[in-house]
C-alpha cells in the first residue's frame, strides 16, 4: 500500500518488537526458563480485563455513549484500556469516529479503510500518522485529560508492571511481565485489528452497507472478539449498547454492560426500537 502519509515512528518501531518478545522471547520463556499454570490464567484473566476496556470502555461507552456509568468503571476502562497499548482514550476515540463518519461524509477519510486493502485495514495503517483531533464531549472530562496526560506510565504500570508484581507471588515475576504483558497485547492487537479487517471482509453485509461492514457469525461466536464481530449491525444502529441485538447472539460485552446496570453502576442503556430494526432489514433487501 502506497501512501503519503507520514510515518509513525512509535508504532513502526514498537509493535514489531513486541511481536518479537510476546510471540519468540515468551514461548522460549515457558519452555526452558519456567511454565507456570497460575501465570497463564492471570494472562487469561488480564486479557479480559483489557479487552473489555476496548469493547465496554473506549467503543461503547466513550465512543458512542451507548450507556453511562459510574466513576468505578469509567476509571477502570481508563486504567486498563491503557494497558490495551491501543492509544489514549482521546486518540482512540478520534480515530473511531472519524471510521463512522467516513460512511456519510466522503471528504472525510476513513483511517483504516478497507477499500485499501484487508492487511491496511488490519494493521499497516498503523505505521503511518493517523490523524488527531478534539473530542470535546471527552476532553471536557477531568479522568480523560489526565489518562491522555499520563497515558505511557499507566500503559506501563498496569500492562506489565503489575501483571508482572502479582505472579511475584508464586515466584514467577518474568512470566508475569512477558506472557500477561507482551503475549496479551499482541493477541489483543490483532483481535482488535480483525474488527477493522475480517469483520469489513468476511460475513453477511445484513444491511446491505456501502461501508462493507459485515456480521460474521463464525468469529461472533469465538469468546475473544467479545462481541464486536456483529459489525453490520453496529454500523447500521452505532448508538446501541448491543452489536449482537438478538437474545441468543454471542455478545460478552453487552451482558456486562447489563450486568453492572443490575448493580446500578451503568444506566441509560440505549436500545434500538425493534421496529427500527425490522425497517432497515426490509430496506436493506429490496435493494438488493
Known amino acids: 500500500m502506497i501512501t503519503k502519509k507520514p510515518i509513525n515512528w512509535f508504532n513502526t518501531i514498537s ?3 513486541l511481536h518479537f518478545i510476546g510471540l519468540v522471547i515468551t514461548p522460549y520463556y515457558l519452555i526452558f526458563v519456567n ?5 497463564v490464567i492471570l494472562a487469561v484473566i488480564w486479557f479480559l480485563l483489557c479487552s473489555f476496556s476496548i469493547t465496554a470502555g473506549y467503543h461503547r461507552l466513550f465512543t458512542h455513549r451507548s450507556y453511562k ?3 468505578i468503571v469509567e476509571w477502570f476502562w481508563l486504567l486498563f484500556g491503557a494497558a490495551s497499548l491501543q492509544g489514549s482514550a482521546k486518540d482512540w476515540v478520534y480515530v473511531h469516529l472519524m471510521h463512522h463518519a467516513s460512511n456519510t461524509n466522503k471528504k472525510i477519510e476513513d ?3 478497507i477499500k485499501k486493502g484487508f492487511w491496511w485495514a488490519h494493521f499497516i495503517w498503523l505505521f503511518f500518522k493517523a490523524p488527531t483531533g478534539h473530542v470535546s464531549f471527552l476532553e471536557n472530562k477531568k479522568s480523560f485529560r489526565l489518562q491522555d496526560k499520563y497515558y505511557l506510565p499507566l500503559l506501563i504500570l498496569f500492562g506489565f508492571i503489575l501483571p508482572g508484581v502479582i505472579s511475584f507471588a508464586w515466584h514467577d515475576f518474568w512470566g508475569g511481565v512477558l506472557i500477561a504483558g507482551f503475549t496479551r497485547v499482541v493477541i489483543e492487537w490483532h483481535i482488535t485489528w480483525t474488527i477493522n479487517s475480517i469483520a469489513h471482509s468476511f460475513g453477511d453485509n445484513l444491511f446491505k452497507r456501502p461501508d462493507e461492514s459485515r456480521n460474521n457469525y463464525l468469529f461472533a461466536a469465538l469468546f475473544l472478539a467479545l ?3 456483529y459489525h453490520s449491525f453496529h454500523h447500521q444502529f452505532p448508538k446501541d449498547y448491543r452489536n449482537g441485538h438478538r437474545k441468543f447472539d454471542f455478545d ?5 454492560i447489563y450486568l453492572l446496570s443490575k448493580i446500578g453502576w451503568s444506566w441509560d442503556l440505549w436500545i434500538t426500537p425493534k421496529s427500527d430494526i425490522e ?3 426490509e430496506n436493506a433487501k429490496q435493494s438488493v
Open 35 to 39: 511454565f507456570s499454570w497460575l501465570t
Open 252 to 256: 460478552p460485552s453487552k451482558w456486562l
Open 279 to 281: 425497517r432497515a432489514i
Open 111 to 113: 483511517p483504516h479503510d
Open 69 to 71: 456509568c459510574n466513576f
Open 227 to 229: 462481541g464486536e464481530m
Open 15 to 17: 509493535i514489531p518488537i
